[in-house]
């Protein structure tokens, strides 16, 4: 071994050393965002898939069981992949920094926290290459379709979700201990950024859901291989009982993938508005009322199952109800920019997009909420397309806002601006087109999670691929601007955003001593 060859094979160990054992929050919130963004070109590509099997009526692409597969493995990758780390690595980030901390208060369960992820995705991923084929049951994974009649490789699911949920559950304690024991003094609980204030409430129920969800994966696992039948009427039991157990953590992991996007653009609107966040105390409150309703919500999953009506009349007055704290934060934000110095660089474009896209969604759920509507619109495409628009707004919007913004804080450089606006024009109308024309679809009878449709559907599936596709190809912009950014560009002042009112954050954080530039770009 020559001497050069040597001293690279020595820098490369010393390289990967760095990001397997570091306990620094910057670099685990990088680790936590690159594996969000593989994971998100990952369900991303399945997306396209299944947008191409569905480019017009008979098509043969791949056979109805694989279908079901992508469908399943976008959803569970979208939602465990590619949001919740995401959302995981800006609060790695940002919390230390937002309250004055050193770091995080618990540093090497955060480095557990992170390391668990890859190897649960790896083995879910590998499912789809088991005897058997992968999990096909979609991702809510209801009995007994994922009991009875479910592949073998459901097993490996099952430990996966339990990986990333013990992954998710360190990662809340680890915030909660951060932000109650680690804030600056005089960094009060009420003068905290309320991204810092969202992510302290999502991490309570991030605690309070992982573990129903580990409860209901470990009564599917008892009930296929240890003789039990928690979800089999054939022994006494009742497949409902897993669709309450599931929901119940299922309607606050919704929640869970939203509300820390309020948060973000709950410190992007009032830097790009030159203005005070319009009622701070009530977006706070507001946020609180959502995340406990969320608890008392679930079985509007459920209208259709035969409940009695007054469960019904409880659960759909409740989602309702919703609409109250929601109302308020969507009114705080446009009073936010009411009469400011508005300039729409992209973390801005993409705030005003998720305001106005996400307040459809929030109208097409009070639909949904409807009982006697709702039996029309069940297992359609409407379903799919109020999702959509929550959850791509809500959570992907909104992560895009928060990595456009504070890029040039990590990085030390500015993002092309240029490149920001073709993705964020691009984006924003590819989601328009692949999701409204599923409004109609859903109104018109077309069920969720089949291969092939009827041909009076061709139409707008042809139109809603088409933007899927669109949508996909744009963030290649997305990443290659990162990747320009990471490289050089304009360099940031500390004060990236002309430090618009001291609004961009509350704390003046020490330089991170481990940025992607070379020389210390932060003062
Ligand atoms: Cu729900």
Known sequence: ?????????????????????????????????????????????????????????????????????????????????????????????????????????????????FWLLPFAFTLMLSTLFMAGGGPNFGWSMYAPLSTTFAPPSTDFVIISIHMMGLSSILGGINIIATILNLRAPGMTLMKMPLFVWTWLIT??????????????????????????????????????????????????????MILPGFGIISEVIPTFSRKKLFGYTSMVLAVGAIAFLSYIVWAHHMFTTGMGSGAQLFFMYTTMLIAVPTGIKVFNWVATMFRGALTFETPMLFAISFVILFSIGGFSGLMLAIIPADYQYHETYFVVAHFHYVLVTGALFTIMAGIYYWLPKWTGHYYNETLGQWHFWLTVIAVNVTFFPMHFLGLAGMPRRVSDYALQFADFNFIASIGAFVLGAAQIIFLVNIILTIRGGKKAPSKVWDGAMGLEWTVESPAPYHTFATAPVLD
């Open 1 to 113: 071994m020559t001497h050069a060859t040597h001293l690279e094979k020595k820098g490369i160990i010393h390289w990967m050393a760095r990001w397997i054992f570091t306990t620094n929050h910057k670099d685990i919130g990088t680790l936590y965002l690159c594996l969000s963004g593989l994971m998100f070109f990952i369900a991303g590509l399945m997306a396209m898939m299944i947008r191409a099997q569905l480019l017009k009526p008979g098509m043969h692409l791949f056979n109805p069981n694989f279908y079901n597969e992508l469908v399943t493995l976008h959803g569970l990758i979208m939602i465990f992949g590619a949001i919740m780390p995401g959302f995981v690595g800006l609060a790695n980030w940002m919390i230390p920094l937002m309250i004055g901390a050193p770091d995080m208060a618990l540093p090497r369960l955060n480095n557990l926290s």
């Open 203 to 256: 991490a309570f129920l991030l605690i309070i859901a992982m573990p129903v969800l580990a409860g209901a994966v470990t009564m599917m696992l008892f009930d296929r291989h240890f003789g039990t039948s928690f979800f089999n009427a054939g022994g006494g039991g009742d497949p409902v009982l897993y669709q309450h157990i599931f929901w119940f953590f299922g309607h606050p992991e919704v929640y869970i």
